[in-house]
């Protein structure tokens, strides 16, 4: 069975602080799929990335960047000089390939408070 | 890309009563639908899914039910809300490939926040 582990239940900052949002999954698969959703006061989960199994390249997008390291099986989250807008709940998941229902495996969640 | 719709965004509901949630998804044809639920504590639990018109596969055995009449529609119901089905509702949709996106990806509407009293 799959399972995703976030152990940074919540992490509190100051503004311009880089922090790192740890994930850590398990699974029998070969080929599966990683994600990141950000979950902002609103309540909507807002996609963030996505990567297959097959692709250890470090990703990054303007202050965000994500470390993928199969051999910890690690997919871990860094925002660079965080804002206060950066303040919400930060789900990682997994999806294994295969079949066509895509689920996706939740890890609890890490809240992420900027402080100005 | 896709959009997800939910209504309604609040709903207060007396302990007993029916339940009728809303999904609709927009900019894509034949995706797979979800439904979750979170409780207060932050956990995302999945509720149904559904690979097609019709077809419902529920994943944890509750109070309520799914439906999905047509391919871009998705409905949860229960005939008598208990106390334990307050929380927020998520209705997800997987879609059409996008930069840094699969077909896999699920994109999540704005949500419902039921309260039973």
């Known amino acids: 069975a799959q399972k995703v582990t976030q152990a940074q239940t919540e992490i509190s900052v100051v503004e311009k602080e880089d922090v790192t949002l740890d994930c850590v999954y398990e699974?029998?698969?070969?080929?599966?799929?990683l994600f990141w959703y950000k979950q902002p006061p609103s309540g909507e989960l807002v996609f963030l990335i996505r990567r297959n199994s097959f692709d250890e390249q470090n990703e990054i997008s303007g202050r965000y960047s994500w470390n993928f390291q199969k051999s910890t099986s690690s997919f871990n989250f860094t925002i660079t000089a965080s804002q206060v807008v950066d303040s919400a709940v930060y789900f990682c998941a997994l999806s294994e390939s295969g079949g066509s229902n895509y689920k996706l495996t939740f890890g609890k969640g890490t809240l992420l408070t900027v402080n100005p | 890309s896709q959009t997800i719709h939910q209504w309604p965004a609040t709903l207060v509901q007396p302990v007993g009563s029916p339940l009728s949630l809303e999904c609709t998804v927009e900019g894509t044809s034949n995706p797979n639908l979800y439904w979750y639920r979170q409780a207060a504590g932050r956990g995302l639990q999945l509720l149904f899914y559904s690979v097609g018109i019709g077809q419902i596969s529920s994943e944890v055995p509750q109070n309520l039910s799914a439906s999905r009449p047509q391919d871009r529609q998705f409905i949860l119901s229960s005939k008598k809300l208990l106390l334990s089905d307050s929380g927020f509702y998520l209705c997800a949709g997987t879609g059409v490939a996008g930069a840094g996106s699969g077909t896999d990806t699920q994109y999540f509407g704005p949500g419902t926040r039921l309260t039973v009293l």
């Open positions: 699974t029998r698969d070969t080929t599966y799929y």
